[in-house]
C-alpha cells in the first residue's frame, strides 16, 4: 500500500503548480483524499480534501485558489494550486483514509518565492 506524491518545486509568486498523488490500489477509490501541508517549523494543516462520493472541503486560507480533484479509473487525486502566495511554501502530503485505516504518502516540496 502505497501513496506517491508528485509535482512540487519551484515556482514565483502568482504562479501554478499541479500535485499528483498516485495510489497503489483501488481500495483507495472507496475512501476521503485529503492533502495536507507543513511549513518549516509550523504544525501541518488539512488543505483540502475530497470524499469518495466527490464532496470537497477546503481550508480558508485556499478557497477560490485551490482545486481538489480525484480521478478513480487512476487511482489518483489531485491539487491544482494558482494564484500561488510564499506563504504556501511547504511539504504537502497526500493522506488516503476510510475503513481501512488511515495511510501517508511521502510528502511533496512546494517552493513559493516573492
Known amino acids: 500500500v502505497q501513496l506517491q506524491a508528485s509535482g512540487g518545486g519551484l515556482v514565483q509568486a502568482g504562479g501554478s503548480l499541479r500535485l499528483s498523488c498516485a495510489a497503489s490500489g483501488s481500495i483507495f477509490n472507496s475512501g476521503d483524499l485529503v492533502w495536507h501541508r507543513q511549513a518549516p517549523g509550523k504544525q501541518r494543516d488539512l488543505v483540502a480534501a475530497i470524499t469518495n462520493g466527490g464532496r470537497t472541503n477546503y481550508a480558508d486560507f485556499v478557497k477560490g485558489r485551490f482545486t481538489i480533484s480525484r480521478d478513480n479509473a487512476k487511482n489518483t487525486v489531485y491539487l491544482q494550486m494558482n494564484s500561488l502566495k510564499p506563504e504556501d511554501t511547504g511539504t504537502y502530503y497526500c493522506?488516503?483514509?476510510?475503513?481501512?485505516?488511515?495511510?501517508w504518502g511521502q510528502g511533496t516540496l512546494v517552493t513559493v518565492s516573492s
Open positions: 493522506n488516503a483514509r476510510g475503513y481501512w485505516g488511515s495511510y
